[in-house]
C-alpha cells in the first residue's frame, strides 16, 4: 500500500517547501486541482525537478480532450494523470491511449458517479491504472465519506489499483487500510497539522505495513 500527498490549499513555494518535511515518508505527490488552476501545469514540472525521485500526480479531474490533456500533463513531467469516472467512455479510452505512448498512468477519480458498482467495472476494462472513489471538499462538507464505495470497489475491481481519497485524518487511517486499497490519498490529514513531518511519517508507518 502507498501513500499519496495531495497539496490544493498553496502555491508553488508552498507546495515545495511542505514536500521538502515529508518527501521521504511519500510515494506520490499530488499537485490538486486548486494549484493547477492557480499556477498551471507550471506546477507540475516544478515539483518534478525539485523531487525527481517523487511519482507526481496532476489532479486535473479531466471531463473532455482526455489524450490532449494527459499528453499535456505528461509533457510537464505528471507520472499519474486523473480523469473523472463520469465521462464519457471515450474520454477515458482517449486518456489510457496517450498515457501508455506517454509512459504515464491514468487514475479515474469516481467523484460524483452515482453507479460505483457498474461504473467500476466497466471503467476497469477500460485499462486505466487507478480507480479511485473520493468523497471532495463538497461531499466532505456534507458529512459523505467514501468508504462504503471502497468496499465496493474492492469487491469489483478487478484489473486496476484501487485509491481512496477525501478527508482521511490520522484517527481514520486505520479503518480505510483495514479495507485493503493499493493507495491511499491525504491531503489535509498532513498538510493541516501542526506537525506535518511527524504526522507523514506515522502514516507511512501503518500504510507499509498493510
Ligand atoms: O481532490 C481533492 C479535492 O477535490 C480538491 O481538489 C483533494 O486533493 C482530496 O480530497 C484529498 O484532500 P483531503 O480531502 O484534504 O484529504
Redesign the pocket.
Known amino acids: 500500500m502507498e501513500l499519496q500527498l495531495?497539496?490544493?490549499l498553496v502555491d508553488i513555494p508552498g507546495a515545495k517547501e511542505i514536500v521538502g518535511e515529508v518527501a521521504e515518508y511519500i510515494d506520490i505527490v499530488?499537485i490538486?486541482?486548486?494549484v493547477v488552476i492557480n499556477e498551471g501545469l507550471r506546477a507540475v514540472k516544478e515539483l518534478k525537478e525539485a523531487f525527481p525521485s517523487l511519482r507526481v500526480l496532476a489532479?486535473l479531474?479531466i471531463m473532455d480532450a482526455g489524450g490532449y490533456e494527459v499528453m499535456k500533463a505528461s509533457e510537464a513531467g505528471a507520472s499519474i494523470i486523473?480523469v473523472l469516472g463520469v465521462s464519457d467512455d471515450t474520454t477515458i479510452l482517449g486518456a489510457v491511449e496517450e498515457a501508455k505512448k506517454q509512459n504515464t498512468q491514468v487514475m479515474v477519480?469516481m467523484?460524483n458517479v452515482k453507479n460505483i458498482e457498474e461504473r467500476a467495472q466497466e471503467i476497469d476494462r477500460m485499462g486505466v491504472d487507478y480507480i479511485c472513489v473520493?468523497?471532495?471538499?463538497d461531499h466532505?462538507a456534507a458529512g459523505i465519506s467514501s468508504f462504503e464505495d471502497l468496499l465496493v470497489l474492492k469487491r469489483v475491481v478487478k484489473q486496476a489499483k484501487t485509491a481512496i481519497?477525501?478527508?482521511?485524518?490520522l484517527d481514520t487511517l486505520r479503518q480505510v487500510i483495514e479495507a485493503g486499497p493499493d493507495l491511499v490519498?491525504?491531503?489535509?490529514?498532513?498538510?493541516?497539522q501542526a506537525d506535518k513531518r511527524a504526522t507523514a511519517s506515522e502514516m507511512k508507518q501503518l500504510v507499509s505495513r498493510a
Open positions: 495531495a497539496l490544493d499530488e490538486g486541482t486548486p489532479d479531474k486523473t477519480d467523484i473520493h468523497s471532495g471538499y466532505q481519497a477525501g478527508g482521511i485524518k490519498i491525504v491531503g489535509g490529514g498532513i498538510t493541516g
